[in-house]
């Protein structure tokens, strides 16, 4: 059959498209080797205008680009292990369980991080669980609470409830200092009770016990459930916290994540740590009002803090580069280049997990066909929480 000639206009059209596309590219091209060399010479000039705006807008993107990533990852993960249990429940086995999926199970991965300092091997039930609480707990040690503000999805939803706050309320709102300091205990307290139940209360028998046991062999299964059908109780629960977090932004994350908690301490000894480089600094005070963890920036020479992120939020709204860089302490003192931050962080994440499928530490070891049979006796007692 002869190709119908294009239309005149069609054709007309041809080569501004070709054209927009290479434009589009292009354009592509120059933003990624901005984002790249962001920050790369370092320049004591003060910035304004357009040059300002496009440096904090770039940071910002490196930041929510890597977030967007992460959550379309937990999305594509959910919606796959979704496919597969509906399957179980039509009696077939429909692909295979995403192991990433025991990311969602932190008790699971604190018992077995006890089982590890106990026998020194690490559980087959759930290990993905573990491999990503120590991936999660390994990104602290590096770059300060990164995980928080880089690829929690709850980070990522407080964030936004955070800017729709500011927009409905024109500013950011907080508590008193004399409140938000007992407060902020409270994740502490929260981690705590978990630490003090799992390495010490209970036995490594019990430890071993629960890890063996019906409930944890099915917990992915039972948590997938749980969400599914709220309780009324859990759902205002839910909604007390969304409208909590309108009003104190990062309510959860702030006061209440015992993760965040875990992840403060371990923070501490990270080595990248923002800094303020005071001879370039001029004191406009514009990080400490960009600081989601309301750090006096402005003030500090080198933030210490476990509240901190590493969200380099203060970092994009300075308007002199060398004045406020994430740095590792001397004699290394090299600054850690925003883009270099995100490849550093999703670096990190995806070698171990790949670490961990290499030494067979990722797949789950209960076989489909054990899920299948469990699936469609989850009332019963033996699937109740060990008491
Ligand atoms: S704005 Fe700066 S000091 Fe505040 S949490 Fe983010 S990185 Fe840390
Ligand atoms: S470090 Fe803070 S106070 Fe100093 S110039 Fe940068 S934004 Fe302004």
Known sequence: MAAEPLSPDLAAEMPATRGGL????????????????????????????????ARRQRIRLLRHAVQGLFLA?????????VRWVRGLEAGRIVGSRPPGVDGFLPISGLMSLRHLFHTGEISPVHPAALVILLLVIGMSLVVKKAFCAWTCPVGAISE???????????????????????????????????VWAIFFRMTPALVGEFLGSPYNRVADIKMLYFFESLSPFALKVLAGLGVLSLLVPYAWCRYLCPYGALLGISSLLAPFKIVRHASSCIDCGLCARACPARLPVDRLARVRSDECS?????????????????????????????????????????????????????????????????????????YDHLR
């Open 22 to 53: 290479a434009a589009l590219v292009a354009r592509v091209r120059s933003e990624s080797a901005a984002l790249w060399n962001l920050d790369r010479d370092g320049s004591a000039a003060v910035l304004k205008g357009r040059a300002y705006r």
């Open 73 to 81: 990852l937990v999305l594509w993960i959910g919606f796959d292990f």
């Open 160 to 194: 936004a409830l955070d800017a729709l706050s500011r927009r409905l309320f024109r500013r950011r709102l907080s508590l008193p200092r004399w409140l938000d300091l007992p407060l902020r205990s409270l994740k502490y307290l929260l981690l705590g009770f978990f």
């Open 310 to 382: 590493g969200c380099l939020s203060c970092v994009a709204d300075c308007p002199v580069p060398r004045a406020l860089r994430l740095e590792a302490p001397s004699p290394l003192r090299r600054p850690l280049r925003p883009a270099i931050a995100a490849v550093a962080l999703v670096a990190l994440f995806g070698l171990g997990v790949l670490a961990a499928r290499l030494t067979g530490n990722w797949q789950n070891d209960v076989p489909a066909a054990e899920y299948l049979h469990r699936i469609h006796e989850l009332d019963g007692p033996q």
